[in-house]
């Protein structure tokens, strides 16, 4: 069973204010506004057509935006906010888009740290080969609190600019792309990881600020850019010095 | 602050344990609130499938703090006493935490004595609401549709449905009326030997993502010992579910069992559970 990318879609440039006036995204977290901003691109040429059958969230840093509000109320007042709690859940960005998408098939979210990215491709991966689905739309977001890249920066071996930002792809299997009709940009064949690994990380590779579920972004970017077929694979280190492998290979190849 | 946030990434867990286990392969973790370990058995059987991997340790694993415990209050959703799932007068959860893990292989290179097999599995979606489940409980319907499905399996196979019954009015309603509609004739009429269905969150608590695996776990030693667990706590069943409960734990022919779970933001999960040599 072949697994294609048909479409791409980043929020990177795109206008958060001017979402964040409209009726559903007032209540919306960072996570949520950023996810469907570049969902939305990645369904445009399906014009209109709500066909996808499944999709799979990757957030590393989860909803910390929201959790921190949470805690601050609670502590500072008293006071527990059942939106804030809703909506602080690591599960929370999907259930919004959901409900925005109409979905009923699998849903999934991940967070694996620096691997969210690819864990989402993976279980993508996984519904699409098994037959439990046959368009799958696999996004990775992540959004930064101030307090963050301290944090984060004391642990990593090399320090690293921090960044948010969401992507997504619509993966099809075999009978997904019969039915969707959308030119094959790429083919999937696995994702493998060294996560173990150790040597020095390479501070320079992480150009737009990185974030735990930016492993998506940049497949995006090199998608669009032309810039993966140096090969067929695509090494992706991380700020701890392990290794994701992307396997991949231009159109339907 | 710095060192919560230095360990906030959920993958710290898997790979900690990872660390401590020396596991240099494929690690995965999924955070579907309530449905999460179930959706991780779920796709570690399919990674089996795929032969990516020989063999998995998947489960689940929750602890309870302020943010868990206030923000369940708030919603209202904590009761007062002891959960009753199912029941007419049922106020809502009891929050706990706990562990659960199992290993999974495929039957052909199982290195062990299999205690059950994980024989079916089914995913979906809600799309419906934040926190509450559709009220005819459709997305866990097509969750376990799919699970039986996937086994090879019809209703008639089921002898006894472990809910995710957490003793909420909104979860019992919908997860009781889909199990209810699932085990029909064709004419929409309850199946008179229907399975039995239970819920045995009195005794352990809601432990939330870490429920379906703890649970599988509970069926697995069901299937093994050949027991049905009863409703702990259950005295008056809702007539507005309808759903058969037993009356006491008790010996009983087990060879298949439907898991579900459903979470919040409309995740749900369905397992087929089967007794070894079943399949």
């Known amino acids: 069973m072949n697994i ?28 949520m506004m950023l996810a469907w901003l570049s ?4 369904l445009q040429p399906l014009a209109g057509r709500l066909a996808m059958d499944a999709m799979v969230l990757g957030s590393g840093f989860g909803e910390l935006e929201v959790t ?27 259930g919004f888009l959901a409900m ?25 991966m996984l519904l699409l080969q098994q037959g439990q689905c046959r368009s799958c739309l696999v996004t990775g977001v992540d959004a930064l609190i101030p307090e963050l890249a301290p944090a984060l920066n004391a642990i990593y071996p090399v320090p690293v600019t921090l960044g948010e930002g969401a992507a997504t792809l619509l993966l099809v299997n075999d009978a997904g792309q019969r039915q969707l009709g959308l030119p094959i940009l790429a083919t999937l064949h696995d994702v493998t990881y060294d996560w173990n690994a150790t040597g020095q990380a390479d501070a320079e590779i992480f150009s737009h600020g990185y974030y735990e579920a930016d492993a998506i972004e940049i497949l995006v970017e090199r998608l669009r850019a032309g810039t993966h077929l140096t090969g067929t694979t695509l090494g992706l280190a991380k700020p701890d010095g392990s290794r994701s492998i992307v396997h991949w290979s231009l159109g339907a190849g | 602050l710095s060192v919560a946030l230095r360990s906030q990434s959920l993958g710290s867990v898997t790979a900690a344990l990872a660390e401590l286990l020396g596991f240099r392969g494929r690690a995965f973790l999924t955070s579907s609130a309530c449905a999460a370990s179930t959706q991780g058995l779920a796709l570690a059987a399919q990674w089996l499938a795929q032969g990516k991997v020989k063999r ?9 703090c302020n943010l868990t415990l206030e923000g369940f209050r708030s919603m209202q959703l904590v009761s007062p006493l002891n959960s009753t799932p199912f029941d007419v007068n049922r106020k809502g959860i009891n929050l706990s935490e706990a562990a659960a893990f199992v290993c999974l292989e495929p039957e052909a290179t199982a ?20 926190t509450a489940p559709h009220p005819e409980g459709r997305g866990i319907f097509e969750a376990m549709q799919a699970a039986l499905k996937s086994a090879g399996l019809s209703t008639q196979d089921i002898s006894w449905v472990h809910a995710h019954g957490t003793g ?25 030997d229907g399975p039995w269905t239970s819920s045995t969150k009195w005794v352990h608590g809601h432990a939330l993502g870490a429920s379906g695996a703890l649970e599988t776990t509970l069926c697995v030693h069901a299937l093994l010992q050949q027991t049905i667990l009863k409703t702990t706590g259950l005295k008056d069943p809702d007539p507005a579910i309808g759903l058969r409960h037993p009356t006491a734990s008790a010996p009983a022919r087990l060879r298949h069992i439907l898991k ?13 559970l089967s007794q070894a040599g079943a399949r």
């Open chain 1, 100 to 124: 925005k998408l109409a979905l009923t098939g699998p849903s999934i979210t991940v967070s694996n740290r620096c691997f969210t990215g690819e864990n989402c491709l993976e279980a993508a």
């Open chain 2, 111 to 130: 290195t062990a004595k299999p205690l059950a097999h994980l024989s079916g599995f089914g995913l979906s979606t809600d799309g419906y609401h934040m």
């Open chain 2, 56 to 64: 998995v340790l998947v489960g689940g694993a929750e602890v309870l």
């Open chain 1, 4 to 31: 294609h990318v048909v479409s791409t879609g980043l929020s990177r440039g795109k206008d958060l204010e001017a979402l964040k006036r409209q009726g559903d995204f007032r209540k919306a977290t960072h996570n």
């Open chain 2, 260 to 272: 579900t779970t459903l979470g919040f933001g409309g995740s749900n999960a369905a397992l087929v």
């Open chain 1, 68 to 94: 921190r509000n949470f805690l601050k109320g609670l502590a500072e007042s008293g006071l527990a906010r059942p939106l804030l709690f809703q909506n602080s859940l690591h599960n929370a960005t999907l």
């Open chain 2, 168 to 192: 909420s009015r909104h979860n019992d309603q919908a997860e009781g009326s889909a199990i209810a509609r699932l085990f029909t004739d064709g004419a929409g009429r309850a199946i008179i």
């Open chain 1, 39 to 42: 969902i939305e691109e990645a």
